[in-house]
């Protein structure tokens, strides 16, 4: 079946299958940023946003997307650079595998909540799971990084 | 300092958040054939026969083996040097199957559908056996896990497969039983831990291709790909110079990824098939079929005087390395080796136990491996101990722990599978990560609970820690360095970088020692056609064992540099000057800068290409040291113990890039805290395993994770790079013990088994409180 | 997971029909728990377009569409107010942002999942389902009436009132499911005490309610008496989360401080 997706922005037509998932989608589609680490909505790993809203991407079907906005990190370069200009200042960033999604997140995050403090943002975030890290860098890199309005 | 102990954002952050490509998945070419592993349903069994003829009909199908298709070649997946101390004890595929989820067959397919289908479709019988789920009651079973005659130690390990006893060890300093006779105040405990999952968050992948030379090119998410290259030529038969291996990003490894996982099925789908092959795993085989920590118990028995001089510990261990044997040993052996020399004065030391095969998924090494089991039943004991003295735990480890410039004769005794290496402690700034810590913790205040309302305590505990900086004269670490026009350089090395920074820390200690900046040296790991050899991410050696290779490579670099300046200058090498940039001869207006030393040598005059390659195999291994202060509130009606505060103290000498040492730490603490709270491991009676995804085994989230105060003591190791020691394992060792001490101070109630649950703490206060 | 046709209804008898046709037939509520819980669909039935996924209020209720998000239920002012907020704490605790921007109360529903943190507030509540077929029913009857009989589930009615609330929910971590859960509702001197993930599906404790509900003055005395009452009548069992023993241990200390919380609290 065909599905029309604005892929950040730009107009993608897919033949799928009725159980294809979006994370299969994007992959298929070189959309490599978006990652699969757990298969089963309980990871963060492979976040992309529909609507503006994070989803786990490994469990959206791409049937039922029928003209919806889907943002990969690829569609937020510049925030995603930001954002990563503060985990470098804080070592943070380690493995980085499951970073492009923190990056959605945070993004979907900032444009939802008002001056979140650190106790909102680690209830936002609760999702994404890192190994790597022990969270604080990351939070602590993400208030710089919500400080800055350049 | 420029480049070292200077706030520097790694390498490859940026572009990678951005979702750059990295990760071995990324390089998988859109016509490679998608391999799925037929796992065994049962903990213990003989494979009768293979039904794949249906299978085999199936459009897209290219190929199916399993252990018909291999010669009997047993070997060890553990990604170790050569020899490798644990047992060759694993075939590519084998006739038995010895715990659920071990490999049966593979089946590559034009894609996943296809393969997984074909699965389905295959039908295999068989006779099932007794397993063994208990592993105290491995030994000497009637069920023997390994009956092959043609499995094998490559070196005495203790081997004794018919006993299920994949190695076993002995050693002691003094009489400890006569040492025990004579204290004043003895306890001997038994302490349990878990068989921890990694839960890295790249699954374990790799994907395989033929170049154009027919060589056998393998991306893998591995720790050790020259391992990795050598294990597969052996697995396989297949020439060594006819494989390479590439390492890409690696999305975290944590001891999990040192170890060979689909890499042989991938490589023998492709010489199967001549087609390029991918194999990612589910979660569920990460859980089931990877590798776990190695579950313990622990039997410890310390003696001291009423003064509180410790004066023996006796420890006897059981370890449980589950079906197959990788770092059987070698974890078992650190949990003497990296532990007790903490306390370095006692009279006598014995160390002893067996590593048992059982019906489980394998154990491999995994960050701290040893060291953090052996650590919690110390440190848990000591702080038994100081209670039965009625002595402050602080004081008595200030009174016995090890101090600089002191040794303890451990280090000659016991190496990792081996002997080991006698050395001093050029520096051990243990007394103050303790005087430090209690000041960040505000022990005096808390120390040992107080009551903050009628169901909350809230109480500190805290335990003492020591690693290692790489096994001496074992891991060999070497770097290359290359000049290129314009005055920039390339940085290859083997050491591999798996999302701990070591790119970007190895660049740092070359752009210091070559004075320039750390964009100007291009770090490139690891590929085992371009890079030189390193053993691999593991034993807490990369800081130390490559960082001092990469050093010795710009040392040299700099010399031939000044050789090729005083050349272009007509001057001896002597009188030339370098600030990284400038090449000054002295007494005289002339230079040359660096930039137009390297397109000369490149375009114009006496061109050369200055490449220059170092080596460096330590003959020490300087112990990181911590201490660990863990604030909690635990509820008394509940059992629910919430950590508020985690204060890490930190000796690993000058950290090279502080805040990315500041992450290994405050990485492994959170690691840590999860194996003492939250990470329960359950199988069923059955032997298969429960906690087997994100849902059912429990990683700490940002919500459990405490607020983590981290702070390194001033050192400067002399043997280390720019005073370095390594700091990638130090930080998971104290939460299991520092956390059960604190449990304890808040109730009275000892848990010696991890994790400590909610459920655990609340049965045994409700047992103690029935007793009272 | 294997999913062979997409179908999109036309309207809900459409959808029922279809739905009806097969137990391989399934409808799509928000997919979170799709993978892990079914292997095989035959036809996933799509009725997004058909059910609402609103929040309303009318004079006397709050009405839920069946395929609103737990994320819209834990930010809804309405779901905030009433009843000190337990539906949305319960919400905003289930996983992370992303699961919770796609599953529905609906899904939750259907489901009738023993784990779910959402019926037991719902349930002490007191909460009607609006179906599309059956009307409106009690949460409490469709928990217990074994027999499922196909039907859409359309509105989540919850009555508007000043009543006093409390939920606990007792985990491992923030992510975890439930080793058990509270949720306590006082709503002038009736009280509503229920249970969930024991691991069995959410249930009142109907002899503790009677005995709150028939004391005058609530004191120490009786919430412990309470609270023991309900531990003892709900049934507890064990499975890798939690032992049978523990469950009960914890539920009857997080019901005496759920029902000191709603009558300290009392307006």
């Known amino acids: 079946m065909l599905v029309n997706l604005y892929v950040n922005n730009v107009l993608k037509k897919y033949h799928v299958q009725a159980g294809e998932f979006l994370l299969d989608t994007l992959r298929n589609d070189n959309y490599i940023s978006v990652r699969r680490g757990c298969d089963s909505t309980s990871c963060g790993v492979c976040t992309v946003l529909i609507e503006g809203k994070p989803v786990p991407s490994c469990s959206v079907l791409t049937i039922r997307l029928e003209g919806k906005h889907i943002t990969t990190v690829e569609g937020i370069q510049e925030e995603a650079e930001k954002l990563a200009h503060y985990f470098g200042l804080e070592g943070a960033d380690q493995c980085g595998f499951c970073n492009p999604s923190m990056a959605l997140t945070v993004y979907a995050m900032k444009n939802e909540l008002k001056n979140p403090t650190l106790e909102t943002i680690k209830a936002y975030l609760v999702g994404n799971l890192c190994r790597c890290t022990g969270y604080q860098a990351q939070h602590i890199a993400i208030l710089h990084y919500l400080e800055d309005r350049s | 300092m420029k480049s070292v102990n200077v706030i520097t954002p790694s390498v490859d952050g940026k572009g990678l958040m951005m979702g750059k490509a990295g990760y071995t998945n990324d390089y998988v070419l859109k016509n490679a054939l998608i391999i799925k592993v037929l796992r065994s349903p049962h903990p213990f069994a003989k494979i009768v026969s293979i039904d794949d003829e249906e299978a085999k009909k199936l459009t897209g199908v290219e190929c199916i083996l399993s252990h018909k298709d291999f010669d009997r070649r047993p070997f060890t997946r553990a990604g170790q040097g050569y020899p490798e101390p644990s047992p060759h004890d694993k075939f590519v595929f084998d006739e038995y199957v010895r715990y659920v989820g071990d490999e049966v067959l593979c089946v590559a397919a034009i894609d996943e559908v296809t393969a997984e289908k074909a699965l389905s479709l295959i039908k295999v019988e068989y006779e099932v056996l007794e397993p063994v789920l208990d592993f105290e009651k491995a030994m000497n079973n009637v069920s023997v896990i390994h009956p092959e005659p043609e499995i094998h130690e490559m070196f005495p390990i203790g081997f004794e497969p018919k006993k299920n006893i994949s190695a076993s060890y002995h050693m002691h300093i003094g009489n400890v039983e006569d040492t025990l006779k004579k204290c004043e105040v003895v306890i001997k405990e038994s302490f349990y831990t878990q068989a921890q999952a990694h839960s890295m968050m790249e699954p374990h992948a790799v994907n395989t291709q033929f170049d154009y030379q027919n060589r056998l090119i393998i991306y893998s998410a591995t720790q050790t790909p020259f391992h990795v290259r050598r294990i597969i030529s052996q697995a396989l038969n297949y020439p060594i110079s006819k494989i390479r291996v590439i390492k890409p990003r690696v999305g975290g490894g944590f001891g999990g990824k040192q170890a060979i996982h689909g890499e042989i099925i991938a490589s023998a789908v492709t010489i199967k098939t001549g087609k390029p092959a991918a194999l990612v795993y589910t979660r569920k085989e990460v859980f089931e079929s990877s590798y776990t920590r190695h579950p313990m118990r622990l039997d410890i028995t310390v003696g001291a005087d009423k003064d509180g001089t410790l004066k023996a510990i006796d420890c006897y261990v059981l370890s449980d390395t589950g079906a197959y044997g990788e770092h059987a040993l070698t974890v078992f052996m650190v949990a003497g080796s990296k532990v007790l020399p903490l306390y370095n004065k006692v009279d006598s030391v014995r160390f002893h136990g067996h590593v048992v095969y059982t019906n489980h998924t394998p154990a491999g090494a995994f960050r701290g491996y040893g060291a953090i089991q052996g650590n919690f039943a110390l440190e848990s004991a000591v702080d038994i101990l100081c209670n039965k003295l009625g002595m402050d735990p602080i004081l008595f480890r200030q009174k016995n722990m090890m101090k600089e410039n002191e040794t303890s004769p451990i280090f000659a005794i016991m190496g990792e599978g081996t002997e080991g290496t006698a050395m001093m402690m050029e520096t051990c700034k243990l007394d103050y990560c303790v005087k430090r810590g209690l000041e960040l913790i505000d022990w005096n205040n808390k120390y040992p609970s107080k009551k903050i309302n009628d169901h909350i305590v809230r109480s500190v505990g805290m335990a003492i820690a020591m690693q290692g900086s790489g096994i001496p004269y074992i891991d060999m670490g070497s770097a290359t360095i290359k000049l290129n026009d314009d005055g920039f350089y390339n940085l290859l090395v083997g050491a591999t970088d798996i999302g701990q920074g070591s790119d970007t820390i190895l660049a740092q200690i070359a752009a210091e020692e070559l004075m320039t900046s750390v964009d100007k040296m291009i770090p490139y790991s690891s590929d085992t056609d371009l890079t030189p050899f390193d053993t691999g991410a593991y034993a807490s050696s990369t800081t130390f064992v490559s960082g001092n290779a990469v050093l010795k490579a710009a040392k040299t670099m700099k010399n031939k540099l000044i050789e090729e300046a005083a050349n272009a200058l007509n001057c001896a090498k002597e009188e030339i000057g370098f600030d990284g940039e400038i090449f000054n001869k002295v007494n005289s207006t002339e230079s040359i800068t660096l930039k137009e030393l390297s397109n000369r040598l490149y375009y114009n005059s006496d061109q050369k290409q200055l490449m220059v390659t170092e080596s460096y195999v330590g003959h020490k291994s300087p112990p990181p040291f911590m201490a660990g202060f863990a604030e909690i509130d635990l509820d008394t009606e509940t059992g629910e113990v919430k950590v508020n505060k985690y204060c890490s103290v930190v000796d690993c000498g000058v950290t090279i890039n502080p805040k990315l040492a500041k992450g290994q730490v405050e990485g492994a603490i959170v690691q840590g805290l999860g194996m003492a709270l939250y990470e329960d491991v359950v199988y069923t009676a059955k032997g298969k395993l429960i906690t087997n995804d994100f849902m059912s085994y429990r990683i700490p989230s940002r919500m459990e994770t405490p607020e983590l105060i981290t702070e390194f003591a001033e050192s400067n190791e002399p043997s280390g790079p720019f005073g370095a020691k390594s700091v990638g394992e130090i930080g998971i060792d104290t939460p299991p013990a520092a956390i059960m001490n604190a449990i304890y101070n808040a109730c009275g109630v000892r848990i010696k088994s991890l994790p400590a649950t909610p459920e655990k703490i609340l049965m045994e206060l409700r047992r103690k409180n029935h007793e009272q | ?267």
Request: with cysteine; glycine share 6%.
């Open chain 3, 1 to 267: 997971m294997e999913i062979k046709n997409y179908y999109v209804a036309k309207d809900l008898d459409d959808a029922l029909q279809k739905f009806m046709l097969s137990s391989d037939n399934h409808l799509l509520g928000g997919g979170a728990w799709m993978k892990n819980s079914l292997r095989h669909i035959d036809t996933a039935i799509e009725l997004s377009h058909l059910v609402s996924n609103d929040i309303t209020e009318t004079k006397e209720f709050i009405e839920i569409g069946a395929m609103c998000t737990l994320h819209d239920l834990s930010i809804h002012p309405a779901i905030i107010k009433y009843y000190d907020g337990i539906l949305a704490q319960a919400s905003k605790q289930i996983m992370g942002i992303t699961v919770r921007n796609i599953a529905t109360i609906g899904g939750t529903i259907a489901g009738k999942y023993a784990f779910s943190d959402l019926l037991t507030p719902l349930l002490a509540m007191n909460c009607q389902l609006m179906f599309y077929r059956q009307g409106i029913i009690t949460l409490e009857e469709y928990l217990q009436s074994a027999i499922r009989e196909k039907d859409i589930l359309l509105k989540v009615l919850i009555k508007k009132s000043t009543a006093k609330g409390y939920f606990h929910k007792v985990a491992k971590t923030a992510l975890d499911f439930s080793i058990v859960n509270v949720a306590v509702v006082k709503d002038n001197q009736n009280f509503s005490v229920c249970v969930g993930a024991r691991p069995q599906i959410a249930a009142k404790a109907f002899k503790a309610c009677e005995l709150l509900n028939s004391s005058g003055v609530i004191n120490q005395e009786i919430i412990e008496k309470a609270a023991k009452m309900a531990a003892d009548e709900l049934t507890f069992s064990s499975n890798f989360r939690g032992q049978a023993e523990y469950r009960k241990m914890v539920t009857e200390t997080y019901i005496k401080r759920g029902l000191q919380e709603v009558i300290t609290n009392a307006r």
